[in-house]
């Protein structure tokens, strides 16, 4: 069991299939972790909002890279003209 990944997949998992993350304090999601895995507590709602956040902030720095790099043509820069 590894923690972290846990909160990536939980975070991504929520995502993917549209549901909010308030899902992760449902008791019954809860429970069903304690019977899979007891004495593992699941990330939070706000634990894993915050780790969304990270995620995607970190994924749009590569995403920036990417259109940099390969299509330069594309401006990547926020100014708006």
Do not use: G
């Amino acid at each position: 069991y590894n923690e972290v990944q846990h909160h990536t997949i939980t975070a991504i998992w929520c995502a993917a299939n549209k549901c909010s993350f308030a899902s992760q304090d449902d008791k019954w999601y809860r429970l069903e972790v304690e019977l899979l895995r007891p004495r593992t507590t699941p990330p939070s709602s706000k634990i894993v909002a915050r780790d969304m956040e990270i995620l995607y902030s970190e994924y749009a720095k590569a995403v920036r890279w990417y259109f940099e790099v390969f299509v330069p043509s594309v401006h990547t820069d926020r100014s708006p003209c």
